[in-house]
């Protein structure tokens, strides 16, 4: 298996990335690169095997927790924003996205 | 009387104690040290904030608290957010970032007394093993300046290594602690998963990423481990129910009778013979302080290296899609609209390894490969972590390197991502399988360079391998042995605070390291 420039181009804009021509194309060598050492993985039969999600699931049975559903924090809401790009009067500025 | 910089972590806590020396004093020794930093290991400082610390842990020191840690300083890796000192992850995207709490890790050692010298640089968002793909410049490795350190935790290990830090956090998703403290002759220990929080390092494969102490010997991480350790119930729901432990509890009992399980695929083609001598050695100095080596095998080892390579960048692609230039981190100026926006932000912001990582994890999550790629690489991460339950049948530690080579130099496998992910095949397969791992000081291969040995211990049974590490660590010196960078003669360090101005900018990198 080997990715085309197309699957590139799709891939950019499912991760949300720009890359530039040059980048892309080194992506896409280094990529199928990397997929060459996957195939072995591949082949491996695993049929019946449950995913290992949780590493000491393969010895316990691991519950993830929740949490209660209270409030457990006061409001940060300036701390918060100290590293945001764009705020003003307490809001995230972003975009307009509807016209 | 030895330098303090030399002293190792319960000899400063003693002094500390009997008042031979203040917190604050020990603070700005340290400072200096960090000041003078050449090897690119810091990337925050901060006297005040770090003084203030001090000071605090003089005014209990003088009220009779006698914590075993309190006063003694640590830094710690980028990758844990810090109320007083910037967070970046290593990454561009992140310059600057102030965040509005501690890492539970931060707070558990600053609980226990530690004074926090500043933040370490590494890997961006710890994706790599050289520590060359930090946006702030790649970390020297102080046994020869023309070498890399290991990444991700590369900063903490040379921090380490160059006495710049008696001790710091790192974090080991894929072999983050081991390999670094391999390449820069320290002691780490990765702990089993889920038993230091993950809250507050920044994720980058939640199912692998785990806090781990990385100091001079066996002994400083027991005391950093037992510190560092414990549930976090309400902040992080992958860590487990299991009480924090005293890791310095059975440090000194023998080892006779130990069975050392050497698995057969870590000493294959690809081993280099000086990294293979030394660890021969050092399984003889085992057999000598009274351990059986067995040989045992662990047949997935190959395959951890996609499964890893699958799995990891999945979840990084996940995780890092919270950095789109909304609520922090850095924001493109010139856009259109609000997916221009995201695209632009991201590409500005993440370094070649991290897109590399992300456009992998996009694809094998993707519509239709899920099941073949992502799904099958979690099967097989079951059956490697089986293999290691059917070879723990036959032997208590398993014991092996840390890395098939040395450090190798600076901008050697830039253009080869490839070679780097294939030099983590002996760090992987213990990551996957979640089990502690711990790295001390071996020997030394060609050039003088150290050559770490690597060993892996079941589930929760991090005390046993903090056990052996020391015996041996009391039996050899390679774990006392100094990079000559670090020589308190060497004309980058200074005996004192450098002047006002001088060294990194108060409060650390805001724009990132020229």
Sequence with gaps: ????????????????????????????????????????????????????????????????????????ETNQREANQRSAPAVERGLFLVPKVIE | MADLHDLSLPDLARQLKTKDVSAVDVAKHFLARAHADTLGAYLAIDD???????????????????APLLGVPVAHKDIFVTKDFPSTAGSKMLAGYRSPFDATVVDKLAQAGMVSLGKLNCDEFAMGSSNENSAF?????????????????????????????????????????????????????????????????????????????????????????????????DRDSTSLDRPAEDFSRSLTTSIEGLRI???????????????????????QQYVQLGARLVEISLPRTELSIPVYYIIAPAEASSNLSRFDGVKFGHRAQQYGDLVDMYKKTRAEGFGDEVKRRIMIGTYVLSHGYYDAYYL???????????????????????????????AW????????????????????????????????PCGFGEGGLPVGLQLLGNYFDEARL?????????????????????????????????????????GGLSGGRQ
Excluded at chain 1, 2 to 22: N, Y
Excluded at chain 2, 48 to 66: H, K, P
């Design chain 2, 137 to 233: 410049g790649a970390v020297k490795n102080p046994w020869d300046t023309t070498r890399i350190p290991g990444g991700s935790s590369g900063g903490s290990a040379v921090a380490v290594a160059a006495r710049l830090a008696p001790a710091a956090t790192g974090t080991d998703t894929g072999g983050s602690i081991r390999q670094p403290a391999s390449f820069c002759g320290i002691t780490g220990i990765k702990p089993t998963y889920g038993r230091a929080s993950r809250y507050g390092m920044i994720a980058f494969a939640s199912s692998l990423d785990q806090a781990g102490p990385m100091a001079r010997s066996a002994e400083d991480c027991a005391l950093l481990l037992s510190a560092m350790c414990g549930p976090d119930p």
């Design chain 2, 376 to 406: 099958q690489a979690q099967k097989i991460r079951r059956m490697i972590a089986d293999d290691f339950q059917q070879a723990f049948r036959q032997c208590d530690v398993i014991a092996g390197p840390a890395a098939p080579t040395t």
């Design chain 2, 466 to 506: 903090l056990n052996a590490a020391h015996r041996f660590q009391q039996a050899t010196d390679f774990h006392l042995r100094k990079p000559e960078q670090m020589s308190p003669h060497a004309p980058h360090f200074v005996s004192s605070l450098p002047p006002e101005g001088a060294g990194l900018p108060k």
């Design chain 2, 48 to 66: 005040d904030v770090t003084l203030a610390q001090a000071r605090e842990a003089d005014a209990r020191i003088a009220n009779g608290d006698a």
């Design chain 2, 409 to 440: 130099k600076l901008g050697a496998r830039s253009d080869d991502p490839v070679a780097n992910y294939l030099a983590d095949i002996f760090t992987l397969p213990g990551s996957l399988a979640g089990l502690p791992g711990l790295c001390h």
């Design chain 1, 1 to 72: 298996m080997a990715l085309t420039p197309d699957d590139i181009g799709r891939l950019q804009h499912l991760a949300r990335l720009e890359l530039q021509p040059a980048e892309s194309e080194r992506m896409l060598t280094q990529i199928n690169g990397f997929f060459s050492i996957v195939e072995a993985m591949r082949a491996v039969d695993t049929s019946g095997l449950e995913p290992l999600a949780h590493p000491v699931a393969a010895i316990d049975d691991v519950q993830l927790r929740l949490r209660e559903d209270t409030v457990s």
């Design chain 2, 261 to 283: 399980g050497v698995p057969k695929e870590f000493f294959g083609a690809g081993l280099a013979a000086d990294v293979r001598a030394a660890i021969d050695a050092a399984l």
